[in-house]
């Protein structure tokens, strides 16, 4: 999710990335090449802005319109469905209901397709099912809700992503070096190697990890650290990447190149640690792959049971089948465990703290 990126694993010439983009794109993703690069997260205002946002607010509009249709134009009828009358408001519903659905009704009909039923699967078929029994409402209400819940999971994930670029973005994109003959020249902090010396002046970043060999400073670490009062710098300390020149003139000679500095360092791990699925997290994942068909086939004995050996109302019996579906749907669960994760581990490094996961 941090660098929102897909390794897929194949026997060279087997695969190409046109099959992959299409294979994401009918489960609802947009996927492009990867060039190599590091990718840097995307402005926050784009959580906002982007699709899942715009599904959000198109879904809300419509469900606020089509509610709002229902109360003061009820007998303005559209079309017939399923064999009933379907009023103007209970048409926008059923289109808010579509709107808001968009997300995950190719991934839940691809789940029924492949028998792997998951949460997608019993969303849609709530919907789908709500719809045509008449409940446009509650059909309308069920995919508005979930689609401001991948909003906001969308805004959780965004922001932890902003905390990793956060830390990058401390270190600086130059540094002044200091050649043989002892003339000054800006080069790209990518360019220092162990070994060269560069210039840090008052307020300037230490560009890489690296050891004082001139001049005597106070340096705040407090970004990468922790440290909440300037640390003293005298010929023979090591200053990190990042870390701030609070005073003094000095010169440093780097021992090890940006690609290995402190703040890549944490940046690498903290990026492999979220690629990497805790304990709790695989168990989210066993326990919804076999509770979900279990749910499933209670619903479908709620319908069935009641209808066949008692004669009972199908229509009031399939709404029960289908309020079982959403009251059971373990969305949350599934859902809430992997953001949780991934916000406390980016929170954690963004305030000088590194978690390492290990299993024993």
Same mark, same amino acid.
């Given at each position: 999710?941090?660098?929102?990126?897909?390794?897929?694993?194949?026997?060279?010439?087997?695969?190409?990335?046109?099959?992959?983009?299409?294979?994401?794109?009918? @489960?609802?993703?947009?996927?492009?090449?990867?060039?190599? $690069?590091?990718?840097?997260?995307?402005?926050?205002?784009?959580?906002?802005?982007?699709?899942?946002?715009?599904?959000?607010?198109?879904?809300?509009?419509?469900?606020? @319109?089509?509610?709002?249709?229902?109360?003061?134009?009820?007998?303005?009828?559209?079309?017939?469905?399923?064999?009933? $009358?379907?009023?103007?408001?209970?048409?926008?519903?059923?289109?808010?209901? !579509?709107?808001?659905?968009w997300n995950f009704f190719?991934?839940?009909?691809?789940?029924?397709?492949? !028998?792997?039923?998951?949460?997608?699967?019993?969303?849609?078929?709530?919907?789908?099912?709500?719809?045509?029994?008449?409940?446009?409402?509650?059909?309308?209400?069920?995919?508005f809700l979930f689609a401001?819940?991948?909003?906001?999971?969308?805004?959780?994930?965004?922001?932890?992503?902003?905390?990793?670029?956060?830390?990058?973005?401390?270190?600086?994109?130059?540094? +002044?070096?200091?050649?043989?003959?002892?003339?000054?020249?800006?080069?790209?902090?990518?360019?220092?190697?162990?070994?060269?010396?560069?210039?840090?002046?008052?307020?300037?970043?230490?560009?890489?990890?690296?050891?004082?060999?001139?001049?005597?400073?106070?340096?705040?670490?407090?970004?990468?650290?922790?440290?909440?009062?300037?640390?003293?710098?005298?010929?023979?300390?090591?200053?990190?990447?990042?870390?701030?020149?609070?005073?003094?003139?000095?010169?440093?000679?780097?021992?090890?190149?940006?690609?290995?500095?402190?703040?890549?360092?944490?940046?690498?791990?903290?990026?492999?640690?979220?690629?990497?699925?805790?304990?709790?997290?695989?168990?989210?994942?066993?326990?919804?792959?076999?509770?979900?068909?279990?749910?499933?086939?209670?619903?479908?004995?709620?319908?069935?049971?009641? +209808?066949?050996?008692?004669?009972?109302?199908?229509?009031?019996?399939?709404?029960?089948?289908?309020?079982?579906?959403?009251?059971?749907?373990?969305?949350?669960?599934?859902?809430?465990?992997?953001?949780?994760?991934?916000?406390?581990?980016?929170?954690?490094?963004?305030?000088?703290?590194?978690?390492?996961?290990?299993?024993?």
């Open positions: 999710p941090m660098s929102r990126t897909l390794t897929v694993a194949c026997e060279p010439g087997r695969v190409d990335a046109s099959e992959v983009e299409r294979a994401l794109a009918e @489960i609802g993703y947009e996927a492009h090449p990867h060039d190599g $690069g590091r990718i840097r997260a995307a402005p926050g205002a784009d959580t906002w802005t982007g699709r899942v946002a715009r599904i959000a607010y198109g879904s809300m509009a419509l469900f606020a @319109i089509g509610l709002g249709l229902r109360f003061w134009a009820p007998e303005s009828w559209a079309f017939t469905l399923f064999g009933r $009358g379907i009023g103007a408001g209970d048409a926008v519903l059923i289109a808010s209901a !579509l709107v808001g659905g190719p991934r839940g009909l691809r789940a029924a397709r492949d !028998l792997a039923l998951d949460m997608n699967f019993l969303m849609t078929i709530a919907i789908l099912g709500a719809v045509a029994v008449g409940e446009t409402v509650e059909g309308a209400a069920i995919a401001i819940s991948e909003l906001l999971e969308t805004f959780a994930v965004d922001r932890a992503r902003g905390s990793v670029a956060a830390l990058l973005d401390l270190a600086p994109q130059r540094a +002044v070096r200091l050649r043989e003959d002892g003339r000054e020249e800006v080069v790209a902090v990518d360019d220092l190697r162990p070994g060269d010396r560069f210039v840090v002046r008052p307020g300037d970043r230490v560009a890489v990890d690296a050891v004082v060999v001139e001049g005597h400073s106070a340096v705040d670490e407090s970004a990468v650290t922790g440290e909440s009062l300037p640390v003293e710098k005298g010929v023979g300390a090591s200053v990190l990447s990042g870390t701030i020149n609070r005073q003094g003139w000095i010169v440093a000679e780097a021992r090890y190149s940006a690609e290995n500095s402190t703040l890549a360092r944490i940046v690498r791990l903290v990026e492999e640690a979220e690629s990497r699925k805790t304990r709790t997290e695989h168990f989210v994942e066993r326990f919804a792959r076999v509770y979900t068909p279990v749910v499933t086939a209670a619903a479908v004995l709620v319908v069935v049971v009641p +209808v066949v050996l008692f004669g009972a109302p199908f229509t009031e019996w399939f709404v029960r089948g289908l309020t079982l579906l959403v009251i059971a749907c373990p969305c949350a669960l599934v859902i809430s465990t992997p953001v949780a994760v991934v916000s406390g581990l980016t929170a954690a490094a963004r305030n000088g703290v590194l978690l390492s996961l290990i299993h024993i």
